[in-house]
């Protein structure tokens, strides 16, 4: 089998290495580098935790957390520190009920008291409760992306193909077109393209999914509080109505701080400049909750882009042609944990091998139906590849 993937992000990426070590050929195109530093994937950490108060993705997290540990082991590098995840639940906010917590392995329940003996650097708000699980933790994302790319590029029938845009796919004929006025053609197509799929997707095909762009802060922590703060657990919810989390800064990364109020949807991809009035909203929110945080810890505030479902926030599936062609369309907020699970499914649609491996996500066991052409707009499509 020939296999495309379109796209060197964490889901084009893991994808190809699993249609590789099935035994395909498979060439990895990319408009930029790979992996591309401008990929939403491309960022120093990811958070993975199993509890997801409200959703039903505990089960997918767990094996997650075992499919990244295979990640692991063939990259042969340190890319996933097991801190753990602490979810506090604000004053208002539904205990974790007794079913949840049976299905997250370790996880245990904290009273306000508790949470500040262990973790007396955090200021968690008043009548607050957490759970605290042993699994889960921070992904070292970038290490991931190249340390993958490497590993593809060292293995026989696998071509890397950077600078090269996609401008168009006819899934009947496996055919991939590019920007240069040159063409690819596999037994099977996936197009893992992140924010640029509306670009392939068209306009009238990309009313369903929204853009959004969130401020993060980059933080390095004093030397006497570097030791507690490596430590720290990764943190998906302080308990605050804005929506903080946070970061650890494990393994020489930064302290990582945002929250769901720095994240708004836009129009377009524009430049990855901090607005100052979500910087200095952060910086308020996090001199609350953290003690000792001064804005002097920033290194530097950015902002990043990704695309998801209007609805559902995550991430979109579809089939184009007869089962041989697939778009990872839109990848939501939180496919780089399940990114291992998805690119095993996605690599067995390609592959013929069944459809798919289940993976509890609804989106990607699921996929919507869509057009077997798709064509970028003449604008994009004039001139040589970037
Ligand atoms: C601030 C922030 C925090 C996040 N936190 C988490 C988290 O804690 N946990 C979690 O699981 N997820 C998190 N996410 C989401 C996660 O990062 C993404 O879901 C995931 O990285 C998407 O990967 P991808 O491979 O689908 O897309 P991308 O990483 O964007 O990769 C797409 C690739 O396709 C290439 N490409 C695009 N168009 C073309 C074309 N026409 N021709 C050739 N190449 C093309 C691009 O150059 C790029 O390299 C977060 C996202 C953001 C923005």
Redesign the pocket.
């Known amino acids: 089998m020939r296999i495309i993937v ?8 893991l994808t190809a290495l699993e249609c590789s070590l099935a035994g395909a050929e498979v060439s990895v ?4 580098e ?3 530093p ?6 120093r ?4 935790r199993a509890l997801h108060p409200g959703a039903p993705e505990a089960a997918a997290a767990i094996e997650a957390h075992h499919r990244w540990a295979e990640v692991e082991s063939r990259l042969g590098a340190d890319v996933y520190h097991r801190v753990g995840a602490l979810t506090v639940l604000g004053p208002g906010e539904p205990e974790a009920s007794a079913a949840v917590l049976a299905e997250v392995p370790g996880a245990v329940r904290l009273d306000e008291r508790q949470i500040v003996e262990r973790f007396p650097h955090l200021r968690p708000p008043r009548g607050s409760r957490a759970v605290l699980e042993r699994n889960g933790g921070v ?1 070292l ?1 970038d290490r991931i992306l190249t340390g993958t790319a490497g590993l593809l590029a060292g293995r026989p029938g696998v071509r890397l193909l950077p600078g ?4 168009g796919v006819e899934a009947p004929f496996g055919l991939v077109r590019l920007a240069d006025g040159t063409a690819l053609r596999g037994d099977a197509v996936v197009l ?6 509306r ?2 997707l068209g306009a009238d095909r990309t009313d369903d999914l929204t853009l ?1 762009r ?1 401020t ?1 802060l980059m933080c390095t922590v004093p030397p006497d509080l570097r030791g507690v703060w490596e430590r720290t657990p990764t943190i ?1 919810s302080l308990g605050t109505p804005e929506g903080s989390w946070l ?1 650890p800064p494990v393994a020489g990364t930064p302290l990582k701080l ?1 929250a769901a109020v720095a ?1 708004r949807p836009v129009e377009e991809v524009t430049d990855r400049t901090a607005p100052d009035e979500q910087r200095a909203r952060l910086v308020r929110l996090f001199a609350a909750l953290l003690h000792g945080f001064r804005a002097e810890w920033i290194e530097r505030a950015e902002d ?3 695309l998801a479902d209007s609805t559902t926030h995550g ?1 979109v599936l579809g089939q184009l042609g007869e089962e041989n062609a697939w778009i ?1 369309a839109a ?9 291992p699970l998805i690119a095993r499914s996605l690599a067995r649609r390609a592959l013929g091998t069944g459809p798919g491996v289940p993976t509890g996500l609804a989106a990607v066991d699921r996929p919507v139906r869509m057009p077997d052409r798709l064509r ?1 707009p003449d604008h994009l499509i004039s001139g040589v590849a970037p």
């Open positions: 379109v796209g060197g992000g964490v889901i084009g990426l195109v990319d408009r930029g790979i992996p591309n401008e990929a939403t994937s491309y960022d950490h990811r958070v993975l992904l994302a090269r845009r996609v401008t893992a393209a992140g924010l640029w799929s670009e392939l959004y969130q993060q998906p970061v945002s994240c990043s882009y990704y991430p990872y990848c939501g907020g939180s496919s780089f944990k399940f990114a970028a």
